[in-house]
Antibody, heavy 120, light 106 residues
Framework: QVQLQESGPGLVKPSQTLSLTCTVS??????????WSWIRQHPGKGLEWIGY???????YYNPSLKSRVTISVDTSKNQFSLKLSSVTAADTAVYYC????????????WGQGTLVTVSS | SYELTQPLSVSVALGQTARITCGGN??????VHWYQQKPGQAPVLVIY???NRPSGIPERFSGSNSGNTATLTISRAQAGDEADYYC?????????FGGGTKLTVL
């Protein structure tokens, strides 16, 4: 079955850019039909959707983060990536990647998540 | 922006039925999905499109959605059901999550 795995630095300095990659195995991003999302969870808090990308490169971002977010896809590597610019301590969170069917069937599966701490 | 409201906590006796609500304006017109998250783990989809169970999810998990409230029902609650539960919908192309409910099995 499809599995997702996040990777990237666990520590980012304030004002810098957070960069994470999600590697998809067991299925191809370029096969279409799915939307690939980033979701984060602040420590001890709820879930916040960041945005999604389709294999074609089409994106949609949460309006609350839109000015700082870029999501891209590399179909040759079966990966999609997140960049979040000008980070502050408020961006400290566990970041998850997840797949959504595009037919409004929920996010499934999710990656295991990766903690990113913003600190000098 | 669209908001989903969940109770912070729900308690249920072992073997009894737990109901977790998710409130939103005319939520009955949207597809509601539910996730279970255990400590230190990623969320897992337990109900999609109001009342459908993904493969591998026990029949004890069910859902409904009408009017301004969606409900996740867990029958014959087990100790292993103790977790945080989140509802989620799409609104204006944006995924919206409820604040989460901590289920305690007594």
């Amino acid at each position: 079955q499809v599995q997702l795995q996040e990777s990237g630095p666990g520590l980012v300095k304030p004002s810098q850019t957070l960069s994470l990659t999600c590697t998809v195995s067991g299925g191809s991003i370029s096969s279409g039909g799915y939307y690939w999302s980033w979701i984060r969870q602040h420590p001890g808090k709820g879930l916040e959707w960041i945005g999604y990308i389709y294999y074609s490169g089409s994106t949609y971002y949460n309006p609350s983060l839109k000015s700082r977010v870029t999501i891209s896809v590399d179909t040759s590597k079966n990966q999609f990536s997140l960049k979040l610019s000008s980070v502050t301590a408020a961006d400290t969170a566990v970041y998850y990647c997840a797949r959504e069917s595009g037919a409004d069937r929920g996010f499934d599966p999710w990656g295991q998540g990766t903690l990113v701490t913003v600190s000098s | 922006s669209y908001e989903l409201t969940q109770p912070l906590s729900v308690s249920v006796a072992l073997g009894q039925t737990a109901r977790i609500t998710c409130g939103g304006n005319n939520i009955g017109s949207k597809n509601v999905h539910w996730y279970q998250q255990k400590p230190g783990q990623a969320p897992v989809l337990v109900i999609y499109r109001d009342s459908n169970r993904p493969s591998g999810i026990p029949e004890r998990f069910s859902g409904s959605n009408s009017g301004n409230t969606a409900t996740l029902t867990i029958s014959r609650a087990q100790a292993g059901d103790e977790a945080d539960y989140y509802c989620q919908v799409w609104d204006s192309s944006t995924a919206v999550f409820g604040g989460g409910t901590k289920l305690t099995v007594l």
